[in-house]
T-cell receptor, first 112, second 116 residues
Framework: QQPVQSPQAVILREGEDAVINCSSSKALYSVHWYRQKHGDAPVFLMILLKGGEQKGHDKISASFNEKKQQSSLYLTASQLSYSGTYFC?????????????FGTGTSLTVIP | NAGVMQNPRHLVRRRGQEARLRCSPM?????VYWYRQLPEEGLKFMVYLQKENIIDESGMPKERFSAEFPKEGPSILRIQQVVRGDSAAYFC??????????????FGAGSRLTVL
């Protein structure tokens, strides 16, 4: 039930781009992306609801392919502040409620 | 409007003792999720609760662990007879609605349990 993320870790120089992938074996209702720094509380980045939806703010965007049950997070022209661990969260619906499972995380380090 | 409040932030227990972790969801949120995170690892789902109901506890160990979310007061994650392997950060998250697709989870700062 836990989604699979790749890569596990990536190191970038400022200004470089990165893509983080997330896939699930279950039918998804939505995909969420969070960022966690230094073991603090994960912070919400964005939610994607519909198949094929793309969203973004600033230079961070994401896409969601509902049919393939996959999502990708795109970080362009990376900044030092982008460093952290990125988690995708998958939401599935059941009769009893919504279930959220998180991927294993992708550690992103941006260096000057 | 306070966010998700977790306490204690840090808890040290000796093997065999009990640990109680508390989570007060955001105001108006009636759905609570607990996750465990080991160092350098992901967020592992433990349990999903609504007020007075356990909706999904498939991620929680069958023994020693229990959770509740009473009508009044915070949600509590209880670990009895703790062992060293229970040492981890325990995060609580809350959400407002179910089934709408706009179910953003807001996380607390976590409770870090160390078992000596």
């Amino acid at each position: 039930q836990q989604p699979v993320q790749s890569p596990q870790a990536v190191i970038l120089r400022e200004g470089e781009d990165a893509v983080i992938n997330c896939s699930s074996s279950k039918a998804l209702y939505s995909v969420h992306w969070y960022r966690q720094k230094h073991g603090d509380a994960p912070v919400f980045l964005m939610i994607l609801l519909k198949g094929g939806e793309q969203k973004g703010h600033d230079k961070i965007s994401a896409s969601f392919n509902e049919k393939k049950q996959q999502s990708s997070l795109y970080l362009t022209a990376s900044q030092l502040s982008y460093s952290g661990t990125y988690f995708c969260g998958t939401e599935t619906l059941s009769n009893t409620g919504n279930q959220f499972y998180f991927g294993t995380g992708t550690s992103l380090t941006v260096i000057p | 409007n306070a966010g998700v409040m977790q306490n204690p932030r840090h808890l040290v227990r000796r093997r065999g003792q009990e640990a109680r972790l508390r989570c007060s969801p955001m105001k108006g949120h009636s759905h609570v999720y607990w996750y465990r995170q080991l160092p350098e690892e992901g967020l592992k789902f433990m349990v999903y609760l609504q007020k007075e109901n356990i909706i999904d506890e498939s991620g929680m160990p069958k023994e020693r662990f229990s959770a509740e979310f009473p009508k009044e007061g915070p949600s509590i994650l209880r670990i009895q007879q703790v062992v060293r392997g229970d040492s981890a950060a325990y995060f609580c998250a809350s959400s407002l609605l179910a089934g709408t697709g706009a179910n953003v989870l807001t996380f607390g700062a976590g409770s870090r349990l160390t078992v000596l």
